[in-house]
C-alpha cells in the first residue's frame, strides 16, 4: 500500500480534457495564436494541413491545464472543450470534478454569459473578461500607466493593514532578458529532472514529488519545456516586468497579502487595456539565485512572490470563458 502510493507520485494516472477544433471554421495558417500561445505547448502545428492539434508532450499523453487560453484567442470560436485535469489515483490530489462552466452570477438563471453581460458591474465583467495574455507588442508601458496599477496594489487590504508588500518594475527590456535566461537555467535543471523516462531519475523525481507534493505535480514542467524551445522566453516578450516582493516578517499571512495586492494590479492593468500574465517560474527561480537577488537589491526577509508581465496584448483575450466548478456549501437560517 504504502510502496504504490511512491509508485504513483510521480506521473500519476490522470485524466485530461478533451480538445476539438472545427476546421470547417478555423482560418489556419493565418492566424495560429492557439498554437504560438498555448502555455504547455500541448497545442501543436501541423505543416502538413496547416492547422493546429494537440499531442502530448515529454513523453506525456496530454499537458493541457484547462486554461481555456485558445478558446479565448481564437478569432474564428472553432475551438471547444471539454472534461478536465484529474488525478485518478496516487499521492497528488485533485479537489473537484472538472466540472465547467460559464460564470453564473445569477443564482437563478442558467443562461450564457453573453445574455446577461450587460446587467454587470464593470468590476464584474473586467473580472471574467480578465485572461492572461501570452504574446505582447513590442510598444513599451508609459511609466505613468506602471505606476497607475501598482497604485491599485497598494490600496488592497492587508491583514493588520500591514501592507507587507513592495514592487520592482522594471521596463529595461535587456534586464528582464537576463532574468528569463538565468531563471531558466536553474528551472531547466527540475524540467530535465522530470521530464526524462531514465530510470534513476524518474527514481528521483518519484521520492522528491513525495514530498514536495505542491511544487511536484506534472503539469508545470510542461510550460517550461515550451519556453525551453521558445529561446527561455518565459515572459512572452513583456515589455514590462513587475516583482511583487512580501516582507516575510510581518504578522498573520503576507502571501496571502501579497497575492490580494497582485490581483489588484492585474485587474487595473485589464481595465485599463493592459495584458498581463503571472509568472511563478521567476518568482521561484529567484530564490535559486543569491546574485540576481542582490542585483535588485532584494534582501532577507524581503522574497519574490510572484512577477507579473505586463504589455499591449499582439492578440485580444478579452474574453469570459468556462471555468470548473468549485463547491459551495451553504449553512443558510
Ligand atoms: C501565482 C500564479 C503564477 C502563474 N505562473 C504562470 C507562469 O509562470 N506562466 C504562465 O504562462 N502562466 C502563469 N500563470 C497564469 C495561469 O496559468 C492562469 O491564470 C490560469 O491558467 C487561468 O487562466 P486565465 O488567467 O487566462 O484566466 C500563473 C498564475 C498565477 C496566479
Not at 69 to 86: L, R
Not at 289 to 304: A, D, E, T
Request: with cysteine; charged share 25%.
Amino acid at each position: 500500500m504504502m510502496f504504490e502510493r511512491y509508485r504513483k507520485a510521480y506521473a500519476p494516472e490522470a485524466t485530461w480534457p478533451q480538445w476539438n477544433n472545427d476546421k470547417e471554421t478555423c482560418i489556419g495558417s493565418k492566424c495560429r495564436f492557439c498554437f504560438e500561445t498555448c502555455p504547455t505547448g500541448t497545442i501543436k502545428w501541423s505543416s502538413k494541413t496547416g492547422m493546429p492539434y494537440v499531442a502530448g508532450v515529454g513523453g506525456f499523453d496530454k499537458a493541457c491545464i484547462n486554461c481555456y487560453n485558445c478558446i479565448a484567442v481564437c478569432p474564428s470560436h472553432s475551438i471547444s472543450m471539454s472534461g478536465g485535469y484529474k488525478v485518478i489515483s496516487g499521492r497528488y490530489k485533485t479537489a473537484k470534478d472538472s466540472v465547467l462552466r460559464e460564470p453564473m452570477p445569477f443564482q437563478d438563471r442558467n443562461v450564457p454569459y453573453s445574455e446577461i453581460e450587460k446587467e454587470l458591474t464593470e468590476v464584474e465583467r473586467v473580472i471574467y473578461r480578465r485572461r492572461s495574455n501570452r504574446i505582447f507588442k513590442d510598444t513599451p508601458v508609459p511609466e505613468a500607466l506602471l505606476h497607475r496599477i501598482m497604485e491599485a496594489g497598494r490600496y488592497s487590504p492587508t491583514a493588520g493593514n500591514n501592507m507587507p508588500f513592495m514592487f520592482v518594475a522594471i521596463t529595461d527590456t535587456k534586464l528582464i532578458r537576463e532574468i528569463e535566461v538565468r531563471s531558466m537555467k536553474i528551472l531547466q535543471w527540475f524540467k530535465n529532472l522530470y521530464l526524462n523516462p531514465n530510470l534513476f531519475k524518474r527514481i528521483i523525481s518519484t521520492v522528491m514529488s513525495y514530498f514536495m507534493v505542491n511544487q511536484m505535480d506534472q503539469r508545470p514542467f510542461f510550460p517550461l519545456d515550451k519556453a525551453a524551445r521558445r529561446d527561455s522566453n518565459l515572459f512572452y516578450g513583456a515589455p514590462a516586468l513587475i516583482l511583487i516582493l512580501m516582507y516575510k516578517r510581518c504578522i498573520s499571512d503576507p502571501n496571502l497579502d501579497a497575492g490580494i495586492c497582485a490581483q489588484n494590479i492585474v485587474l487595473t492593468a485589464h481595465a485599463l487595456g493592459l495584458g498581463t500574465c503571472y509568472n511563478g517560474y521567476a518568482a521561484t527561480a529567484f530564490g535559486y539565485l543569491p546574485g540576481m537577488r542582490k542585483k535588485f537589491g532584494i534582501k532577507y526577509p524581503w522574497k519574490v512572490v510572484t512577477t507579473i508581465a505586463v504589455g499591449y496584448a499582439k492578440v485580444k483575450t478579452d474574453r469570459a470563458v468556462p471555468r470548473e466548478d468549485i463547491p459551495v456549501r451553504w449553512f443558510t437560517r
